[in-house]
């Protein structure tokens, strides 16, 4: 029961990231129409192009097309009228404006909130940079890690070894993430009561996304110390579960064997003894 609450409000966490939630902005495309953002831009050249090529290898093609950014009329094969004025379509954006951009019909708000209490805010209000897309490109946005840090939009302001630093860091904490999610799946497959557990990774990656978007002073201090201790004591505990099951499990092999051979032994027993008396 308490494993299927846990998958539930997994699925529900991520579903409710955007998307899946947001009616107003789905509702403008049904899966059965033809979507004419993307007919029409599949047969044009350039840049107009690869933007259905690298949308299709996106996360957002999952949930929409290029409408749930764009807007417009996607039901309508006409240049002009599908990008009419009163349809909120809005081709290239000001970079200035990028986070309320992302943040159209409610998306990715959490994000957008740690964002601003970040020093990176008030420099994009003036100059357009570093903003979400900085980090996470336009079309072909992807599952997020640190490796889509680059260097080139970080070092206008920040030295190489600063750069190199906090991509470090960032880097560990992602492995421990990892190496806890891991042994996670390993104790589930051993029917392990995993809800504490997978409670406290879901709180730790809540804290894992404020640390990376807002990467105010405080978040560069405390956050950082709470999120590396976090991942040191689940990964301790459920190392420690891990080996334990592990071993449960060798001497569980050995108990068995044990006990076949047991039972073989006092058949043979009976059988030789039944043989003689016969
Ligand atoms: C009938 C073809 C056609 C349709 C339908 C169409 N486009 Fe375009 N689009 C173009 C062409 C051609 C350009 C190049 C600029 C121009 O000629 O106006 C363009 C340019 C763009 C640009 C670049 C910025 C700009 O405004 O110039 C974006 C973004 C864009 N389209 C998105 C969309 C979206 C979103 C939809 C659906 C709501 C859509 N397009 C529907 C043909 C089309
Ligand atoms: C995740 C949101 C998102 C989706 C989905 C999306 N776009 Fe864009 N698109 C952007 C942003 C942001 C820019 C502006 C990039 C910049 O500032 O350079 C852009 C720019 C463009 C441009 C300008 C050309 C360029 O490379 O600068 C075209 C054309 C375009 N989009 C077409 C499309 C089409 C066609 C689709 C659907 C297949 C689509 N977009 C889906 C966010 C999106
Ligand atoms: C400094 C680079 C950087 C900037 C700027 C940035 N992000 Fe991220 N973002 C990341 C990284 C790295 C991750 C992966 C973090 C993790 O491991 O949880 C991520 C994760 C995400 C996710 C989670 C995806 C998922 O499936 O869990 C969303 C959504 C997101 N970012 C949106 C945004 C928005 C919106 C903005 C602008 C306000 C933004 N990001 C700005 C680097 C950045
Ligand atoms: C236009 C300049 C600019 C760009 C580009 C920029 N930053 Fe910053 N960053 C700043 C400023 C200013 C601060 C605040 C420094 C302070 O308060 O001492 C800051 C703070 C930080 C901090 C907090 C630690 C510290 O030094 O205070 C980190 C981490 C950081 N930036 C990482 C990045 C990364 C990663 C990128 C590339 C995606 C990036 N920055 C791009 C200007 C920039």
């Known amino acids: 029961m308490m494993g299927k609450i846990g998958i539930l409000s997994a699925l529900l966490i991520l579903f409710s990231y955007c998307g899946y939630l947001q009616p107003e902005l789905l509702a403008e495309k ?10 029409c831009h599949k047969g044009l050249s350039g840049s107009l192009k690869t933007a259905v090529d690298d949308w299709k290898k996106s996360r957002h093609s ?3 097309t290029c409408n749930i950014c764009h807007q417009g009329n996607s039901g309508i094969n006409d240049k002009r009228q599908a990008k009419a004025p009163a349809s909120g379509y809005i081709g290239r954006p000001d970079r200035r404006m990028n986070i309320d951009f992302c943040g159209r019909g409610g998306c990715h708000s959490e994000h957008i909130n740690n964002f601003k209490i970040g020093p990176h805010y008030k420099i994009m209000l003036r100059d357009g940079k570093p903003d979400c897309l900085s ?9 997020p890690s640190s490796v889509i840090i680059k260097e080139t939009a970080c070092i206008k302001c920040h030295s190489r070894e600063d750069f190199g630093n906090f991509t ?7 492995k421990g993430m990892e190496k806890v999610s ?3 799946d390993y104790l589930k497959s051993k029917s392990i009561d995993v809800v504490p557990y997978q409670k406290r990774y879901v709180q730790s990656k809540v804290f894992l996304n404020q640390f990376v978007h807002s990467m105010s002073k405080e978040d560069i201090k405390s956050t950082r110390k709470i999120i590396e201790l976090q991942i040191e004591n689940l990964s301790r505990e459920t190392s420690g579960l891990y080996s334990l099951t592990k071993r449960l499990d060798i001497f569980y092999i050995i108990i068995v064997s044990f006990g076949l051979i047991v039972i073989a032994g006092i ?8 043989m003689q008396r016969k």
Do not use: A, Q
């Open 135 to 143: 980090c996470h490109g336009f079309h072909r946005i992807e599952m």
């Open 168 to 174: 470090m860091i960032l880097g560990n904490m992602e």
């Open 62 to 64: 999952k949930i929409g």
């Open 267 to 274: 058949s043979i027993y009976t059988f030789l003894t039944y």
């Open 30 to 39: 049904k899966p059965s129409e033809t979507d004419y953002c993307v007919e």
């Open 182 to 184: 891991e042994n996670i």
